[in-house]
């Protein structure tokens, strides 16, 4: 066989973030697991404030300190929303694993419509409902609380 | 404007050639690599004459012709039938000879080999794990009668619905495009990619075939379709309209109901029953001894 000595071109992390001209959905993937990332780093950080309580009250009331004040608020807001676009997108890849809202197979005629048509409206609802929740955590957040 | 070509299309024809406004000149951007001489790949750009419906490829042979004859890229049917010419063509996987320049609107043709794949020389990727994937994927119909198969008699059974089921991933030309444009492939060198996925799927789905529980073993796996988080770019590019993202998904529910236990296994389809009686009229005449 041919032994070919090519060189490498795998485009890495520059795939999910640039390099292309992509389309809507590929920038909900990247935005799926850049939240999916930010959520995991927050539940570190929670279960290490947390657990300054199994060393006293005091230990406890100075970790509570350290994260208080606006820029905290800002971050958990983040966080909140990275939340809401996590899990309502979440809701929306497992109904699409399931085969649900991609449509079925059908002959390909020029221009293709394709499962990424069918399933838009999905998407478009999933982008608008967590908008809708980021505006209401923000109020809850800022203004009521 | 310089002077016509011997033989170059009229005047009109070549004033309508170039859409909003360009010149009728493009500057191609080509990715050049010699494994024998460089150490990675390198850029180069050419200026070339371009004229009404010039596709990408047509380009790159009037580019071999006058500035850069050791250039290598794969190529054969010109028609988007063979799968060869996928190229990285203005940040979008495409096939070279199924683009137009003028569509690409734009005066600047950028050229590079499909990404995600090593680079043989030029424009050409390697795209052996590719089929490779296809291969452990066992893309051909699984059955039971072998005898049947090496040598058919009659004809497998197969209503217009359940062509349907398949049809749309069996216009597949394996051109690598939706590897490239893969996110996942771009990071995962374990994940079969969408091609493979797709022709596994269009086995799974076809009535005469079999083989799900022996493709399962690898479906179910790292390098199944979990990897896959629905990003669509694959069916985006897909020169042929196959919708790898939608097979994929199709092959997950799949996956999950057969976890489940609740996939309906139906037998695969019969034979169809050799009709009796029947002659051949005259004047067709016999088919060619087989050659395999
Ligand atoms: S699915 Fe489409 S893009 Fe992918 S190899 Fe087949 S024809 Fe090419
Ligand atoms: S839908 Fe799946 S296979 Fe297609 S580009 Fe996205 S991650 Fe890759
Ligand atoms: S040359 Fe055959 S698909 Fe482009």
């Known amino acids: 066989m041919l032994d070919v000595r090519g060189h490498p071109n795998r485009l890495g992390l520059w795939g999910w973030l640039g390099g292309g001209r992509w389309g809507t959905d590929r920038y909900l993937y990247t935005l799926h697991r850049l939240t999916g990332l930010g959520l995991l780093g927050y539940f570190v950080l929670h279960i290490i404030v947390t657990s300054s309580r199994a060393f006293g009250q005091q230990a406890w009331e100075q970790a509570m300190a350290r994260v208080s004040g606006p820029l905290f608020l800002i971050g958990e807001y983040l966080v909140f929303i990275a939340f809401a676009f996590h899990a309502i997108n979440g809701i929306r890849l497992v109904l699409i694993e399931l085969g649900i809202g991609v449509g079925k197979p059908i002959e390909p005629v020029y221009p293709y419509r394709t499962s990424l048509d069918v399933q838009r409206p999905l998407a478009v609802g999933a982008v608008l409902l967590a908008a809708v929740l980021a505006v209401v955590g923000g109020l809850d957040f800022f203004v009521w609380h | ?292």
């Open chain 2, 1 to 292: 404007m310089p002077p016509a070509l011997p033989g170059a299309r009229p005047d009109f024809i070549q004033d309508i050639a170039m859409t909003n406004g360009n010149s009728e000149h493009v500057t191609y951007r080509v990715k050049h690599f010699d494994p024998d001489r460089d150490q990675a790949p390198r850029w180069q750009e050419y200026r070339i004459a371009s004229s009404a419906g010039m596709t990408v490829l047509e380009g790159l042979w009037q580019l071999k012709e006058t500035q850069a004859p050791g250039l290598a890229w794969r190529a054969s049917c010109r028609m988007g039938v063979c799968g060869s010419c996928g190229m990285w063509i203005n940040g979008k996987a495409r096939l070279a000879c199924n683009t137009q320049i003028a569509e690409l609107e734009s005066s600047f043709v950028t050229v590079a080999p499909l990404p995600n794949f090593d680079i043989v020389r030029d424009l050409v990727p390697d795209l052996t794990p590719m089929f490779d994937a296809h291969t452990v994927v066992l893309p051909f119909l699984i059955r039971s009668d072998r005898a049947e198969q090496e040598s058919p008699t009659v004809e497998y059974h197969q209503s217009r619905e359940e062509l349907e089921r398949y049809l749309q991933f069996s216009y597949c030309i394996k051109c690598g495009c939706c590897m490239a444009a893969c996110p996942t492939f771009a990071t995962d060198a374990l994940y079969s990619g969408p091609m493979p996925l797709t022709q596994a799927q269009r086995y799974n789905s076809d009535s005469r075939d079999d083989g799900f529980g022996q493709r399962k073993t690898v479906l179910a796996g790292t390098a199944g379709p979990w990897r896959c988080h629905y990003a669509g770019e694959c069916s985006r590019v897909c020169p042929k309209g196959v919708d790898p993202a939608k097979a994929i998904q199709l092959m997950k529910r799949e996956l999950v109901l057969d976890f489940l236990r609740l996939r309906r296994h139906s037998r695969p389809t019969d034979l169809v029953e050799k009709p009796e009686g029947i002659k051949r009229r005259p004047d067709i005449p016999e088919a060619p001894a087989r050659t395999v």
